[in-house]
């Protein structure tokens, strides 16, 4: 892997004390020819005292992390607006799978701002099992939102048959009489 920053700003002491005004970067992280992160804060153009910001990892390898999840792959977008001290207010969403027979697939949506974190209309799902409407609000006061929709397709499709069986032998002796 290698990597690339760029900073432009007319005090680089600045950043020191938090003054993040005027500030230009870019961040690149690559493994061979594929960009694996990018970060990109650029100066609002209308409000100076805003950035304009975009973070993106395109299929992370996680067992850099940690080696038991060879084959998982981590994808992530976010992008937004800051001022870095009272405004924060962002989209995205996060990917995850795993390159292995029966192996996990998930996405869900992020947002934030000033008052919360929101993950939402996220599903994972592993052969059998999924979860779908999966849904998690942390607000900045504390409390905890989650709700969730878990399912077993197996279970499912073997109600299904039961009820279409049970359907096509009441409409065959229907029609009999």
Do not use: W
């Not at 970060?39 to 390898?61: A, G, M, N």
């Amino acid at each position: 892997m290698s990597g690339k920053v760029n900073i432009k700003k007319p005090s680089l002491l600045s950043l020191f004390s938090s003054d993040f005004t005027n500030l230009t970067l870019n961040a690149m992280l690559k493994e061979g020819d594929k960009n694996i992160v990018d970060v990109s804060i650029l100066e609002d153009e209308q409000r100076d005292d805003h950035s304009i910001t975009s973070f993106f990892i395109r299929d992370f390898p996680v067992e850099r992390i940690s080696s038991s999840y060879s084959n998982t792959f981590l994808s992530m977008t976010l992008a937004g607006v800051t001022n870095f001290s009272t405004l924060i207010d962002g989209e995205g969403s996060i990917e995850v799978r795993q390159e292995i027979d029966n192996g996990v697939v998930g996405n869900i949506h992020v947002s934030i701002n000033d008052e919360e974190i929101s993950f939402y209309d996220g599903f994972i799902e592993r052969g059998n099992y999924s979860a779908s409407n999966i849904s998690l609000i942390l607000p900045f006061n504390g409390s905890v939102e989650a709700s969730v929709d878990l399912l077993h397709k197996k279970l499912i499709n073997m109600e299904r048959e039961k009820y279409q069986d049970k359907y096509i032998a009441t409409n065959t002796n229907n029609k009999k009489g």
